[in-house]
């Protein structure tokens, strides 16, 4: 089955600086790749997802990265605010109906201001 | 947007009781629904899958005599922690994807989760 690697597991920036957060794939067949952003005792939510058949998407400050052929991905965040403190995971799937998400064992990212 | 309802999303009970755990998907339909088990400053860990009309899939070292799910709807999945403990103590998540969209374009869908205390 599918096993995702995230680092790093914590993240500590300056507000105005960029994070950047890694994950890595074991299944060549996963072709789906969301981050969601998850803060205390609340639903993960979906912040921005990349399908296999493009390299990078963006999304205003947040952009994602896809090597398929490494079988990485990785989470870009500029200009960082204290609103993006939280927890990160990366996931990964083949993307079709009955098969679920695998996700990462997440980042704790804080921004100071 | 799609929304999956998940109730209760606060339970405290005593050790033995079983607690029922319901994840509805309000405006479109799910064939399947996923149930996921975080514990505090941990990842989101694939419990099972739920499938309608059949059988849940159980992913290794989940028990399915303790961990019972029913997917009797095409809205509806509920999962049955029995005789809970306090290892159970865990925060549930469903989610769910939406059958009547291609599924490249859809994510999945996740309730609020279940904050579930065994005393």
């Known amino acids: 089955g599918e096993n995702v690697e995230q680092h790093p597991s914590t993240l500590s920036v300056q507000e105005g600086d960029s994070a950047v957060i890694k994950c890595t794939y074991s299944d060549s067949a996963s072709n789906y790749f969301p981050w969601y952003k998850q803060e205390l005792g609340k639903r993960p939510q979906l912040i921005i997802d990349?399908?296999?058949?493009?390299g990078e998407k963006k999304d205003q400050r947040i952009a994602v990265t896809l090597n398929k052929t490494a079988k990485h991905f990785s989470l870009h965040i500029t200009e960082t605010q204290p609103e993006d403190s939280a927890v990160y995971f990366c996931a990964a799937s083949f993307n079709q109906a009955g098969t679920a998400l695998i996700f990462g064992k997440g980042t704790t990212l804080s921004v100071s201001s | 947007g799609a929304v999956v309802s998940q109730h209760p999303s606060w339970v405290i009970c005593k050790s033995g009781t079983s607690v029922k755990i319901e994840c509805r998907s309000l405006?479109?339909?799910?064939?399947?629904m996923f149930w996921y088990r975080q514990f505090p400053k941990q990842s989101l860990m694939l419990m099972a899958t739920?499938?309608?009309?059949?059988?849940?899939?159980?992913e290794q070292g989940v028990e399915k005599d303790k961990f019972l799910i029913n997917h009797a709807s095409l809205t509806l999945s509920t999962l049955t922690v029995t005789s809970a403990h306090p290892e159970d103590s865990s925060f549930y998540i469903c989610?769910?994807?939406?059958?009547?969209?291609?599924?490249?374009?859809?994510?999945?869908?996740f309730g609020d989760g279940t904050r579930l205390s065994i005393l």
């Open positions: 989610s769910a994807r939406d059958n009547g969209q291609t599924y490249s374009n859809q994510p999945q869908h």
């Open positions: 990349i399908r296999s058949n493009v």
């Open positions: 405006d479109f339909q799910a064939t399947t």
């Open positions: 739920s499938n309608e009309g059949s059988k849940a899939t159980y």
